[in-house]
């Protein structure tokens, strides 16, 4: 099994920053995409930003220019540096990995358990 574990979520001042991190742990043999989605109250999951295991990334237009994706392989850590934060950013960020747990076996998806951003006008 693997799991996935969030942190660095909370309150924030519209223009604030706020940096969060997602660590990878348990079976795993490779990681291919990291990244992150948000869904906010009523609203449906969606994509904020992923990267690739060749370090590609890829950003939804509403937060290019402000959210930094990054990854450390080694750590099996995959980072989301938010920066000019706006109320609309609220939302519970969950962060995913698609994990290849042996050589032989099929890529999966895993999803941690969500962490609440919330950005006060």
């Known amino acids: 099994q693997v799991q996935l574990v969030e942190s660095g979520g909370g309150l924030v001042q519209a223009g604030g920053s706020l940096r969060l991190s997602c660590v990878a742990s348990?079976?795993?043999?490779?990681?291919?995409?990291m990244g992150w989605y948000r869904q906010a109250p009523g609203k449906q999951r969606d994509l904020v930003a992923n990267?690739?295991?060749?370090?590609?990334?890829n950003y939804v237009d509403s937060v290019k220019g402000r959210f930094t994706i990054s990854r450390d392989n080694a750590k099996n850590t995959v980072y989301l540096q938010m920066v000019s934060l706006k109320p609309e950013d609220t939302a519970v960020y969950y962060c995913?990995?698609?994990?290849?747990?042996?050589?032989?076996?099929?890529?999966?998806?895993?999803w941690g358990q969500g962490t609440q951003v919330t950005v006060s006008s």
């Open positions: 348990g079976s795993i043999f490779s990681i291919n995409s």
């Open positions: 990267i690739g295991s060749n370090g590609r990334t």
């Open positions: 995913y990995a698609t994990v290849r747990s042996s050589a032989g076996s099929r890529a999966a998806n895993y």
